[in-house]
């Protein structure tokens, strides 16, 4: 990604997110929609399901050929290979599909999971982003995570004889955390050579089990002043070693941005499969609609079954929508604000407030001032310098 690509990069991309809602265990963070079922999923049934929602997206969206295919959870590497592979195969039959279609998989790094990631390349799967999210035991427990360190080493290292691209994920701001052991887990993590990382710093999410610990007290988590350290603490360690960040919690080597998510933060067009996906499509009079599925795993293959979608809302979106949400999105990259595609929305930046940002370092424009970018400083406050530019 350089400062002169085309802004039309993204907004041409068309990418697929296949969401799994099971998980082996709840984690007490996360708030993602994913459920523990005592009973085995059919998954026959989900992947017809699949294959509906699939045929619905194709015949409602202008998009004609895509670029990446995402399938994300909950735990999809519980998925059994052969389904993930009826859904590659489901797609290539649906779309036409880029030559270096991008197939990223999710996957826990237990050792069961491990196993399957050979047949999951043969498949078609080319990307996988492992949940490792510590490289310490004791804090893996307390996460509640149902592997260990070693066992996420080696699942790291099947994944990488396996797949051409390999990420993983690390929750830093951890409780008890300092800024000494996060440098010292930072760089074991880079010393096992990945091309991309995506290092989130912990937040306490409503409703889950981490925030009424917090909320008893019984959850400490660093203040402010820590956090902005282990922030920047994080940026120099990746920089130093050829890491950058392309993303308030993604970094990477040249050319190993996530292709899937940068369709997400650069506001082209996804359709959204399963419980509680989300989707932003064109249709073919070139409307953009924004489309929810019911949540509820079970209640969504019934949804399904009967009316061969499972979509509860779905809403064109006004132009100072669009605008708004790509405003929100794109500044959360390093290449930033299309200044032209915006204004092609009807919207201008206040020359008063991105004064004030740019005096203060905050913000800067692109070397040819054709993006508006946020600087390492403005990354730590994104939401408060977008929620004013927004107004
Ligand atoms: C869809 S989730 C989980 C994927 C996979 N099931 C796993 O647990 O590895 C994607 C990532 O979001 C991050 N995440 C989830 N909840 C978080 C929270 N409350 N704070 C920070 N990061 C979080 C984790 O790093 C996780 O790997
Ligand atoms: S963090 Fe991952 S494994 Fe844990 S509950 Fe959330 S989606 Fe499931």
Redesign the pocket.
Known sequence: MNNNSSPNEQIDRFGIYIHWPF?LSK?P????N?HVRKKEIDQNDYCNAIFKELDWFSENSNAKNVSSVFF??????LMSIETVDKIINKIYKTWSCNSNLEITL????TSVEAEKFLEYSKSGVNRV?????SLIDDDLKKLG?QHTAIEALNALHIAKNNFSRVSF???YARPHQDCKSWERELKEAISYNNQHL?L??????PG?R?AELYKKGKLQIPKDELSSDLYNLTNEICKNNGLMRYEV?NFSSEGQESVHNLIYWQSGQWAGIGPGAHSRINDSDGYRHSIITEHNPEKWLDLVNKLDNGIIKNEILLKEEIADEYLLMSLRTRQGLNIERYKSMGRTINNKIFDTFKEDNFIKKSMDNAYLQLTEKGFLFTNKIITELSN
């Open positions: 998980c984690c963070y996360c708030d993602f994913s994300g959870g909950g735990t999809p590497s999710e996957a826990n790094p982003s492992l949940g490792i999210q995570r994920d690390l929750i995506s989130y710093q912990l937040t306490i999410e889950t981490y919690s």
